[in-house]
């Protein structure tokens, strides 16, 4: 009988053991992420991601014929969908099964257009198989995921790049005085902890949950500590406010999500009708001296290893073409 070939190029990747690795694939949905969803992509196939698969939400700013374009370059599948309903859940669960249907993977990472998954023990392979060496009945890993808090200087330089937040959450910070809260906590929205993210065994895979966070699966979940995803949801105004009307009218078309679901980004199109989005902007992009304060009392980590990633991958581009 014929066999259906691999998507994935390359084969097997082999551990320094010679031990088969998993092979890992990604799914990512986007809805106007030109500016860092080919980073993204490039970023992920460097650390060990054989295959994508993007399910494209209607952008209108590029992102979709970027990915087009993409497509010469990496194995990569694109699903069309055009319902600007954030069916979030539907729509990833859609892409896992097209994955264990027509690709050769063992693990999928859930993954959105902003965040990284930095591998703490070599590449996202290495790292997923050091995580389940000790548990061979887990299907899911739930991995940190730390908030990148941007820089007020950097965002509004023309040559800023995403990677130059280098400042992690780990610890929620206070509003300061005069800082319009967003909910009942008097937190920030964007400098605090926020919940893990998941991916997944292909095989026993049923549902993706909402975000990413959770999926329901015939094995077990555990916590992986060797990797950590790093969030750049806040970059530049103009991102930030797109981000936020798209996701705003999204959401008020959901009649499936309690009202609770996505509160900060409820909030932030609330302001934003209300013209006061900018104060929020302001509120969740800090200077220089703040990061400092935030760094010496605790608050956050400098974490350069994405922000390396790039500057090495630059230089090596400006040798080869010198």
Same mark, same amino acid.
């Given at each position: 009988?014929?066999?259906?070939?691999?998507?994935f190029?390359?084969?097997?990747? #082999? %551990? %320094? %053991?010679?031990?088969? !690795?998993?092979?890992?694939?990604?799914?990512?949905?986007?809805? /106007?992420?030109?500016?860092?969803?080919?980073?993204?992509?490039?970023?992920?196939?460097?650390?060990?991601?054989?295959?994508?698969?993007?399910?494209?939400n209607?952008?209108?700013?590029g992102?979709?014929?970027?990915? #087009?374009?993409?497509?010469?370059?990496?194995?990569?599948?694109?699903?069309?969908?055009?319902?600007?309903?954030?069916?979030q859940d539907?729509?990833?669960?859609?892409?896992?099964?097209?994955?264990?249907?027509?690709?050769?993977?063992?693990?999928?990472?859930?993954?959105?257009? /902003?965040?990284?998954?930095?591998?703490?023990? @070599?590449?996202?392979?290495?790292?997923?198989?050091?995580a389940?060496d000790?548990?061979?009945?887990? @299907?899911?890993? +739930?991995?940190?995921?730390?908030?990148?808090?941007?820089?007020?200087?950097?965002?509004?330089?023309?040559?800023?790049?995403?990677?130059?937040?280098?400042? #992690?959450?780990?610890?929620?910070?206070?509003? !300061?005085? @005069?800082?319009q809260?967003w909910?009942?906590?008097?937190?920030?929205?964007?400098?605090?902890?926020?919940?893990?993210?998941?991916?997944?065994?292909?095989?026993g895979?049923?549902?993706?949950?909402?975000?990413?966070?959770?999926?329901?699966?015939?094995?077990?979940?555990?916590?992986?500590?060797?990797?950590?995803?790093?969030?750049?949801?806040v970059?530049?105004y103009?991102?930030?406010?797109?981000?936020?009307?798209?996701?705003?009218?999204?959401? +008020?078309?959901?009649?499936?999500?309690?009202?609770? #679901?996505?509160?900060?980004?409820?909030?932030?199109?609330?302001?934003?009708l209300?013209g006061?989005l900018?104060?929020?902007?302001?509120?969740?992009?800090?200077?220089? +001296?703040?990061?400092?304060?935030?760094l010496?009392?605790?608050?956050?980590?400098?974490?350069?290893?994405?922000?390396s990633?790039?500057?090495?991958?630059?230089s090596?581009?400006?040798?080869r073409?010198?």
């Open positions: 009988m014929a066999t259906t070939p691999s998507i190029p390359g084969g097997e990747i #082999a %551990s %320094s %053991s010679n031990t088969p !690795l998993p092979r890992v694939a990604m799914s990512i949905l986007v809805r /106007d992420e030109v500016d860092i969803i080919a980073d993204n992509i490039r970023y992920h196939s460097a650390h060990g991601v054989q295959h994508f698969i993007v399910t494209d209607g952008s209108v700013d992102t979709r014929e970027l990915l #087009a374009q993409l497509q010469d370059d990496y194995s990569l599948e694109i699903i069309d969908e055009p319902s600007h309903t954030i069916d539907l729509w990833v669960t859609r892409m896992a099964e097209q994955l264990k249907t027509n690709a050769d993977c063992d693990w999928v990472i859930h993954n959105d257009a /902003d965040e990284f998954w930095v591998p703490n023990i @070599g590449s996202l392979p290495e790292s997923i198989q050091a389940i000790a548990q061979s009945d887990v @299907g899911v890993l +739930a991995c940190k995921r730390l908030n990148m808090l941007p820089d007020k200087q950097h965002v509004a330089s023309p040559g800023f790049a995403f990677h130059d937040s280098c400042f #992690a959450t780990v610890k929620t910070v206070p509003l !300061l005085d @005069g800082e809260p909910n009942k906590h008097n937190i920030n929205c964007v400098a605090r902890t926020v919940m893990d993210k998941v991916l997944t065994r292909v095989e895979l049923g549902v993706i949950q909402y975000g990413n966070h959770g999926a329901e699966h015939t094995m077990q979940k555990s916590d992986c500590n060797s990797i950590t995803v790093l969030h750049y949801p970059r530049t103009h991102q930030f406010e797109r981000k936020v009307k798209n996701y705003g009218e999204s959401l +008020a078309k959901n009649d499936r999500f309690p009202s609770n #679901a996505s509160a900060h980004l409820r909030y932030w199109y609330k302001r934003f209300e006061k900018r104060d929020d902007y302001d509120s969740i992009t800090f200077d220089q +001296a703040r990061l400092r304060t935030l010496k009392e605790g608050y956050v980590v400098k974490d350069t290893r994405v922000q990633h790039f500057t090495e991958e630059l090596g581009e400006h040798l073409s010198a």
